[in-house]
């Protein structure tokens, strides 16, 4: 478990996959992500994100304000995925339910994975991808010290031509 000054970042739980899928289902907080997922597929997210936990000591975990303990989305650090640039590399990501945007949240959680990440490991650099339209966690990536990469746009192998989503723009931080 981690803890910043508002939040709680820890591993998953298998009443979280309706949450999941609850946030995932707004179209809104789905939009750069891709379609929603079923109730069945938040399940194998929780699934895949705990065995993650449990191999690897670190996760895309839960976040939940420590107020009041709502669920209000994910953060957190995975091996970056496979047949792209950060393919096995640590990937710092994000997501959070409509309600708790404009508040710092996200920032607040990337900051606390970050800091758990140079205190925990031996990494060298983290990175965080994103697709051109999402401005959003574009800015939480520069508020976090992260550059973006020059030559590191790719278009992700998971997506179809044509897919708008397809294109993302790779940021990197290191460690100082």
Request: with cysteine; glycine share 10%.
């Amino acid at each position: 478990m981690i803890e910043s000054a508002r939040l709680t970042l820890r591993g998953w739980q298998a009443t979280d996959a309706a949450l999941h899928n609850a946030m995932c289902g707004d179209p809104v907080v789905s939009r750069y992500l891709g379609p929603a997922p079923t109730l069945a597929e938040s399940r194998d997210v929780v699934m895949r994100q705990q065995a993650l936990l449990d191999r690897l000591g670190h996760c895309f975990w839960v976040i939940e304000r420590r107020a009041d303990g709502a669920f209000l989305g994910w953060c957190g650090i995975k091996p970056g995925p496979e047949s792209t640039p950060i393919a096995g590399a640590p990937e710092l990501g994000w997501s959070l339910t409509r309600t708790a945007w404009g508040q710092g949240y996200a920032s607040e959680a990337a900051r606390a994975a970050l800091d758990w990440a140079w205190a925990a490991t031996d990494w060298p650099s983290l990175y965080a991808i994103t697709v051109p339209a999402n401005t959003a966690s574009q800015s939480v990536m520069v508020r976090l010290g992260m550059a973006r990469v020059a030559g590191g746009d790719f278009d992700h192998p998971a997506l179809a031509d044509g897919d708008p989503l397809r294109r993302h723009l790779t940021y990197r931080i290191d460690r100082r």
